[in-house]
């Protein structure tokens, strides 16, 4: 078996799931078993490796060139969705010939329901076993560009300049970049490996922020509630139904964007809400927080002030922090075809910790990773396409070298 394969497979069989409501950095101490071992594999590559008080691991190649040339950083990151366990220790590997995929007694994958299969006719995908994620995000990634790095060791014909590497803890939960050193990452420009299909390329993401409802309920005995049982749940579902159906997830595309209840927990007496929020404009975000403000406003007056509510923005567009270094975005397109990948630009329906990093002054698009179906059981890659992405990072490295040195 490849080194590639292996690698990704050893990676998905650790359980690095994080956890959005621990107060602890990283968010679950499991995540620093595949930090050290992450540490210690850039070190015996030969590179140079910390990992610093929070979880985030940094290493460096250095340039093979007597020219100077500026740092580029390629980051992924280590943990996966809280969405469904995530310690992938029973993967199948099959040469897929089209139909539907069979993951386990009970659980099926069909191409009726999962059309992107459709496009993986002929390539080797590796699948869960349907009782967890398989954490191809974004362990495929960090897969990819440990297989890079290796690649360029054993060639140093390859020339480049200086490659900075970042894997990071707690992007699930939108904390990946929270305790993100970009002074010390030292890069002039990175790329996040945390997509989807060969050829995804984006630049461009959702607005997000995320909403916390609490409700206080009235409870009392059933048998004598009557005009006093205030059910906050109901109160809840209340609610939820006053906000645009149509604005749902499952109802959005392309750059619409949606509310979504992520997580509800209640009894009569209290119930909690978590909404995430989101839009590719800038206007229609803020007017989809105003929506927000204003229903629990409205809910408010109707119950006498049971609900209270904290919303707060978690990432914006990165869209406005890379357009003004448009160069980055071409060298990795241009890498693609360079490789005889047909590039897919599209906009992220989510975001990475490249959206925030673009913020924090370290402009940061987004490569694909051949993942599919992620966050959930029906989890998948194609190892085709991450060696393909293995390939972009190396060729991106060379391309750029050559084009800051004159060579192309």
């Given at each position: 078996m490849e080194k590639l394969v292996e690698r990704f497979l050893s990676y998905i069989a650790m359980d690095t799931m994080s956890d959005g409501r621990s107060d602890t950095v990283p968010s679950t101490a499991k995540q620093l078993k595949l930090a050290e071992r992450l540490r210690d594999e850039l070190l015996e590559l030969g590179l140079e490796a910390t990992m610093d008080q929070y979880g985030y691991v940094y290493g460096s190649l250095a340039g093979n060139v007597d020219r100077e040339v500026p740092v580029i950083?390629?980051?992924?990151?280590?943990?996966?969705?809280?969405?469904?366990?995530?310690?992938?220790?029973?993967?199948?590997?099959?040469?897929?010939?089209?139909?539907?995929?069979r993951l386990n007694d009970k659980i099926v994958m069909t191409e009726e329901e999962f059309p992107a299969l459709k496009a993986l006719h002929g390539k080797t995908l590796i699948t869960t076993d349907g009782t967890t994620l398989l954490g191809g995000d974004d362990k495929a990634g960090i897969a990819e560009i440990m297989d890079a790095l290796e690649y360029l060791v054993a060639h140093p014909e390859i020339k480049h300049g200086k490659i900075a590497v970042g894997f990071t803890p707690d992007e699930e939960i939108g904390a990946g970049a929270d305790h993100f050193d970009v002074e010390a990452f030292g890069a002039k420009f990175a790329y996040t490996l945390d997509g989807g299909e060969e050829g995804e390329f984006e630049y461009e993401n959702f607005n997000a922020a995320s909403a916390l409802i609490k409700i206080q309920g009235k409870s009392v005995h059933p048998?004598?509630?009557?005009?006093?049982?205030?059910?906050?749940?109901?109160?809840?579902?209340?609610?939820?139904?006053?906000?645009?159906?149509?604005?749902?997830?499952?109802?959005?595309?392309?750059?619409?964007?949606?509310?979504?209840?992520?997580?509800?927990?209640g009894t009569i007496d209290y119930t909690e809400m978590d909404y995430l929020v989101r839009d590719h404009d800038r206007e229609k975000f803020e007017k989809k927080k105003e929506l927000m403000r204003d229903t629990v406003d409205y809910m408010n007056k109707k119950y006498g002030g049971i609900l209270e509510l904290d919303m707060k923005d978690?990432?914006?567009?990165?869209?406005?922090?890379?357009?003004?270094?448009?160069?980055?975005?071409?060298?990795?397109?241009?890498?693609?075809?360079?490789?005889?990948?047909?590039?897919?630009v599209k906009?992220?329906?989510?975001?990475?910790?490249?959206?925030?990093?673009?913020?924090?002054?370290?402009?940061?698009?987004?490569?694909?990773?051949?993942?599919?179906?992620?966050?959930?059981?029906?989890?998948?890659?194609?190892?085709?396409?991450m060696r393909n992405a293995s390939a972009l990072i190396v060729e991106i490295a060379r391309r750029f070298c050559a084009q800051t040195t004159g060579e192309v």
């Open positions: 950083g390629f980051i992924s990151h280590m943990d996966t969705s809280p969405a469904l366990g995530g310690e992938c220790k029973n993967p199948r590997i099959l040469s897929y010939e089209g139909g539907d995929v048998g004598s509630a009557k005009n006093m049982m205030i059910n906050s749940m109901y109160v809840g579902m209340e609610l939820e139904q006053m906000l645009p159906k149509a604005q749902r997830p499952e109802h959005t595309e392309g750059y619409e964007g949606f509310f979504m209840l992520n997580e509800i927990r978690s990432y914006y567009n990165m869209r406005e922090m890379v357009e003004p270094h448009k160069e980055i975005v071409e060298l990795a397109l241009d890498s693609m075809k360079q490789l005889g990948i047909t590039p897919l906009p992220i329906r989510g975001g990475t910790d490249g959206s925030r990093l673009s913020y924090m002054g370290l402009p940061c698009p987004n490569l694909f990773v051949g993942d599919y179906h992620p966050h959930g059981r029906f989890e998948l890659v194609a190892i085709e396409e």
